[in-house]
């Protein structure tokens, strides 16, 4: 029995699309991993570039730009905050991404966004990039909300080789009613992954049935390390692989031809016209020659702008499904596409039926549902004022947006700080961030960082404080504090990353065989 239902069904209200008779719309959602604000043409266009993506400036100037859309600083909670419309220190994640041997999957209490997404009639498809976990079973992605997945289960793998730290990782599920099928992808090697997924895409599409919505998640491999594109991808006056803006202008046209031939495959079956796309970057810029987050202050895995403010625009070319505006600069957060795709595609009623949901966890979501205000256009004012970008008591640091203002607690150096220790029990209260190190900047006239306001506007400075510290009963026992998973895959002898109940200790009948192993149902 599904507890209060019509308490929660009144609570969330009746879906729209739009308020015209489109059908629910398909969502293909394009997750760029590590793109920082430099590595996009049309952010500061007045600020000369050595890149150009004319196809992603072409479609974010037809739809609407989120000037200031802010992310996670890292990239597994970036996606576990994009999945369940909670901030990373909910999820135990607010220090660092999950590792390989560990126990650290996403919480299976939490509702992930293709779960509920799939009890609204869509058809779900993950294709690229997970990194949620893979310890158990059911830490992967097909028994956790989405039909099929394809891709790698690590935070990164070789373009060609598939592999992370020597290891394979390279995976296909398919949830078929009661029954989840796997399989090992070993034959894919010295293919560019990049164009696998195209062709997973384009397959996918050609066979999808229009009749029934479509949810694709296109966790891109680009722009992530190791920093390379194959020969076809360079421009003719930039050959030199040598030469780090010929490497990453090379990744940045391999990603938008991936997009562009994906476009055309929806063309071709007849569903382009009632599709939304969304395009985001997961974090800012890893610190490299190859990428950039300028002239934002930072990178991935800090606090500042160029950790957490990334590019982030939707297109669709049909305007009743999204209204093109050009650009708007309230606030978006990475948590709010999941409270917005969810009351756009038709709310919490079907999953409710079906699943036991109580109407607290719809309470404490930290997504705003901004569906009116970016796909419709109804809505015409900012929803959002704060954000919580992050407190990490390991590193002792934490950041807090309200209005202007931002404020910055404690060492924001990339590397600075501790790291997280196994086993460790981190207690949590105000000893948990460093106090003493100050930053307060009025980001929308000084959204480059470099004046700061501490000593003049302490005011403001202990009233973003006390934001951040009503936020610490939220915070959850850190996953990165998990034991290592002993005898976890890959392993000298299979050298996959393969997950397996460690709880129960089943393991499949061929983790023993000392070569490829064979697919399996």
Request: glycine residues 6%.
């Amino acid at each position: 029995m599904v507890p209060n239902i019509l308490s929660l069904i009144l609570f969330l209200g009746a879906p729209t699309v739009g308020g015209s008779d489109v059908g629910k719309p398909n969502i293909l959602f394009v997750l760029i991993d590590d793109m920082g604000y430099g590595d996009m043409g049309y952010t500061y266009p007045e600020i000369k570039k050595n890149i150009t993506t004319p196809l992603f400036d072409k479609l974010a100037s037809e739809g609407l730009i989120l000037d200031r859309y802010y992310s996670e600083a890292l990239c597994t909670p970036a996606r576990a905050s994009l999945h369940t419309g909670r901030n990373a220190i909910a999820l135990g994640i607010e220090d660092d991404l999950f590792d390989p041997h560990t126990k650290e999957c996403l919480d299976r209490d939490q509702i992930l966004l293709p779960e509920v997404l799939r009890a609204n009639g869509y058809a779900t498809h993950l294709v690229g990039k997970w990194h949620l976990g893979y310890a158990r079973w059911d830490c992967m992605p097909c028994t956790r909300g989405y039909d099929t997945a394809y891709g790698y289960t690590q935070g990164e793998i070789d373009y060609m080789s598939h592999k992370y730290e020597s290891y394979n990782d390279f995976y296909f599920c398919e949830e078929d009613g009661d029954e989840i099928k796997w399989s090992i992808l070993p034959n894919s090697t010295q293919k560019y992954s990049e164009n696998l997924y195209t062709r997973r895409i384009k397959d996918l599409v050609e066979d999808h049935n229009s009749s029934q919505p479509l949810f694709m998640m296109y966790s891109m491999q680009s722009v992530h390390k190791p920093f390379f594109a194959p020969d076809a991808y360079f421009n003719m006056d930039c050959l030199d692989k040598e030469n780090a803006s010929c490497v990453r202008q090379a990744m940045l046209n391999a990603a938008q031809d991936s997009v562009s031939e994906i476009m055309e495959s929806y063309k071709e079956a007849g569903i382009w016209n009632n599709t939304l796309m969304i395009v985001a970057s997961d974090n800012g810029a890893q610190v490299s020659r190859f990428a950039s987050s300028l002239p934002l202050r930072g990178w991935k895995n800090t606090l500042f702008e160029g950790g957490v403010r990334v590019p982030a625009f939707l297109y669709s070319p049909n305007p009743e499904i999204l209204v093109p505006r050009g650009s708007t600069s309230c606030y978006i957060h990475v948590t709010d596409w999941y409270s917005s795709l969810i009351r756009w595609t038709g709310g919490w009623e079907a999953f409710a039926r079906m699943s036991k949901v109580r109407k607290s966890q719809i309470d404490s979501l930290d997504s705003i549902d901004q569906s009116g205000f970016l796909f419709t256009g109804v809505e015409y004012n900012c929803l959002r004022d704060e954000i919580l970008l992050n407190i990490d008591p390991v590193k002792k640091k934490a950041a807090y947006i309200k209005g202007d203002y931002k404020a910055l607690f404690g060492v924001q150096a990339l590397r600075a700080g501790a790291s997280c220790e196994t086993n460790k029990r981190y207690t949590f209260g105000e000893h948990c961030v460093n106090w003493n190190v100050t930053r307060l900047y009025n980001i929308t006239d000084d959204p480059f960082e470099t004046n700061n306001l501490s000593e003049t506007h302490p005011d403001v400075l202990e009233e973003l404080k006390e934001k951040i510290l009503d936020h610490f009963d939220e915070l959850e026992p850190l996953q990165c504090t998990l034991p290592d998973l002993k005898g976890a895959f890959p392993t000298e002898v299979m050298h996959y990353y393969l997950p397996f109940d460690f709880e129960s200790g089943i393991i499949p009948d061929w983790a023993t065989y000392a070569h490829d192993p064979p697919s399996f149902h």
